[in-house]
């Protein structure tokens, strides 16, 4: 077991308070620690050999949110490890009975290098935060900035997967026809998805129609572009764990709504 050398506050040492084992950078069998700038000792040699049988862990920006919540619950019934970064303390007891691990840090104010702290030992991000609408100038800062911090810290972190929880109809351009008071959070979105496009990671947006609280179906109608509707927050949720195990779907960006295949099939007809 290596001596614990590391720098307080840094990436391994947030890795340290998870267990006796040093894990700073994810693949399925090696976690390595590249973070010498935070580390006194690069972790004794730099990298260690783990169980096959170590769960993943996830982190998910914006774990308070409902769509949050949902996923919290599937990938915690999957037997993964969920990291949920949220800003309101308020929210700690009911992320920590749901079964994450609550990290509170408030993505408008965080630096990249806070961020890729709370990354450390993770297998991936998701970016589920969202201002909620209204403020355009707050709606710019978590949506579009806070999710470009998010980018920097995974890949300052070596978290390569990266999901996006964007909007329907963002793909293109935001249109000069749009609702003015919606355009700050569609323009938000869509540079958020050409920022992660370009970061190297290996993301997959997930575009959801209107959401909704009703009970998941787990039948979605999903592709590059697809007829505006709705679609329950947990069939949003049912998704991103589908394609965080799916690595075919790396490099894709799609519209989802709900529709009449199932989550599986669906992903399949859009590859």
Known sequence: MPAKTNVEGSPCATAIARNDTVITMTSRSRRMCTHPEYCAAQCQTGEMTISEEQAPRIAIV?????VAKHLIRQL??????VLAIFRNPDRYDELAELGAIPVV???EKASVSELASAFAGCDAVVFSAGAGGGNPARTRAVDYDGAVTAIN??????VERFIMVSAIGVGAPVSDDVDEKMRPYYEAK??????VEASGLDYTIVRPGGLTDDAGVGLVT??????????SREDVAAVIVA?????RTIGHAWELVTGEK??????DAAL
């Open 153 to 158: 810290a995974a890949a300052l972190a070596h």
């Open 222 to 231: 999903l592709g590059d572009t697809v007829d505006r509707g709705s679609i």
């Open 190 to 195: 869509h540079d958020a998805d050409l920022a």
């Open 105 to 107: 840090l408030d993505i």
């Open 76 to 81: 915690h019934a999957r037997g993964d490890e």
């Open 262 to 267: 199932s989550i599986t099939d669906a992903i």
């Open 243 to 247: 394609a965080l195990y799916d690595p």
């Open 62 to 66: 914006g774990g308070s949110g409902k």
